[in-house]
């Protein structure tokens, strides 16, 4: 998915949204401000939005000096899931439907996004996985169970903190010695690297590896060769977010997208409504 220029304000949003969680100065707002303005001035429309994300963050923690202006962010709503992780779990294994339950909670924790909601709290947060069993799911909950069982080897590409303690639930209906998931490889806005999944105790149950990119997303050109090989080999692979979708909803592979449509540029190139849950198999041949 290229990047529209209709993605330009979210892009000075989002440089807004780490001036204001940096404290930076009004010198420091000032500078990045400026050579935001300027980079997207020049970016490559035929690129992926979390391309040009990419370029745009490395260029604000350089000039903030901060290798990870998102870490306190990421820290609490780490905590916020683990939290609610025990009563949710039990919500899962209560659920006439466990693996269609997980799903729903999976795609609700893909709301805990400081990059796409700069207002993001903890009410947000709460609200969004209360409601997401009460949310119609957009897709073939049956031919996921049956891709899920007929798949010798499992790929889940995950995205942010927080969203991957809620991801666990998922992971949990899946056959994990067949399942192998991969991380953020450095920091970008709240993605999820693998002290995250340590923190979320995924490195307990399953194989976890991290793509060694900061894109946020899955740029195959800038991952470990580890992943790319496991990419081209999965039966299945399972890319959770917006980032994941727009970098990888081009590519020849059986992909099924576990997502939020939060922007409307996303929504419309899938042909869906703002806010739906979406399960979307994608398959390119």
């Known amino acids: 998915m290229k990047t529209s220029h209709r993605c330009l304000p979210c892009f000075v949003e989002q440089t807004l949204s780490v001036l204001r969680m940096t404290n930076a100065s009004p010198q420091e707002t000032e500078t990045i401000l400026r050579q935001a303005l300027s980079l997207l001035s020049e970016i490559d429309f035929n690129a992926t939005p979390p391309q040009t994300a990419r370029l745009l963050h490395g260029m604000i923690r350089e000039t903030l000096d901060h290798a990870d202006p998102y870490a306190d962010e990421k820290q609490r709503y780490q905590t916020l899931a683990l939290n609610l992780y025990p009563q949710l779990a039990q919500q899962v294994n209560d659920s006439a439907d466990p693996l269609l339950t ?9 709301s805990i996004d400081h ?13 969004a996985i209360d409601t997401a069993l009460h949310q119609p799911l957009v897709g073939d909950i049956d031919r996921f169970r049956q891709d899920i069982s007929a798949a010798e080897s499992i790929l889940f590409l995950a995205d942010n903190a927080g969203e991957i303690v809620l991801d666990r639930l998922l992971l949990e209906q899946l056959p994990l010695a067949k399942t192998t998931v991969v991380m953020r490889g450095k920091p970008i806005l709240n993605d999820a690297l693998l002290e995250e999944a340590r923190q979320a105790g995924l490195t307990e149950i399953v194989r976890v590896i991290d793509n060694g990119d900061n894109t946020p997303g899955t740029d195959l050109d800038q991952c470990r060769s580890e992943v790319i090989n496991a990419f081209n080999q999965a039966d299945l692979i399972i890319a959770k977010g917006q980032g994941n979708y727009e970098t990888l909803s081009d590519t020849r592979a059986n992909l099924v997208f576990l997502l939020k ?19 979307l198999h994608h398959s390119i041949c």
Do not use: F
């Open 261 to 279: 449509a939060k922007c409307p540029v996303v929504a419309e190139h899938i042909g869906c409504q703002l806010n739906d849950a979406l399960l």
């Open 115 to 127: 990059g796409v909601y700069h207002a993001m709290d903890e009410t947000r947060a709460l609200h």
């Open 102 to 110: 997980a799903v729903k909670l999976s795609i609700a924790g893909n």
